[in-house]
């Protein structure tokens, strides 16, 4: 399988926005359905860390272009393909057949969160208020390395689902939000992988 670089649904977002623009429509909604990172029932990376920060991403790109942008699927329950023979098979679903939350799910809870007024946003960050509560989501996006983009075999498999797979790299995000005198609590919620790379001694 071959994979597309990081601004392929955003430049397809675009192309279907320019024409809805130019057609005798202009003004009719745009509803982007079954969409997900790869069309694969058995691509590995459904199961990974990975579809967190894409998803987030992509969303939040799409927001002023799409009014809907459908993921495929709710779960690996998938009527096309015959059921998977392990847990985690690369199917398309945010949770997998034993109910068991996959990073794509989290993606939409933590979206879910912002509510409000968008008040800051930037490259791997979002911060929303409602007035009564201030939610910032920060994410680290790593995309596929060269050798998962040229469709190489052997980069992923069952065993190894990420050295090799994306272009690990460590971010520091530093955000400032005025905030009138009061007490205040907070409540942090973090989901974190950290690869290290194993001896061959």
């Given at each position: 399988m071959i994979y597309s670089d990081r601004d392929r649904s955003f430049?397809?977002?675009?192309?279907?926005?320019?024409?809805v623009?130019?057609?005798?429509?202009?003004?009719?909604?745009i509803h982007l359905t079954e969409w997900n990172s790869s069309p694969s029932p058995r691509d590995l990376v459904h199961d990974t860390a990975f579809m967190a920060p894409f998803i987030i991403e992509?969303?939040?790109?799409a927001m002023s272009h799409a009014d809907t942008l459908g993921f495929w699927t709710f779960t690996d329950v998938f009527e096309e393909n015959a059921a998977g023979l392990s847990v985690f098979h690369g199917g398309f679903g945010l949770m997998n057949?034993?109910?068991?939350?996959?990073p794509s799910y989290h993606a939409y809870a933590f979206l879910h969160r912002l509510k409000g007024d968008i008040i800051a946003q930037g490259e791997g960050y979002i911060a929303a208020d409602d007035g009564r509560?201030?939610?910032?989501?920060?994410?680290?996006y790593c995309h596929y390395t060269q050798e998962m983009q040229s469709g190489k075999d052997g980069v992923i498999s069952h065993y190894n689902r990420y050295n090799g797979v994306f272009e690990e790299k460590s971010v520091s995000r530093e955000l400032k939000i005025e905030l009138p005198r009061g007490i205040y609590k907070i409540t942090?919620?973090?989901?974190?992988?950290s690869l290290k790379k194993k001896s061959s001694g």
């Open positions: 430049r397809d977002i675009l192309y279907a926005e320019d024409c623009k130019e057609s005798k429509y202009p003004n009719a909604e992509n969303n939040l790109r057949y034993q109910g068991i939350k996959k509560t201030l939610r910032a989501l920060l994410w680290n942090r919620l973090r989901s974190s992988l």
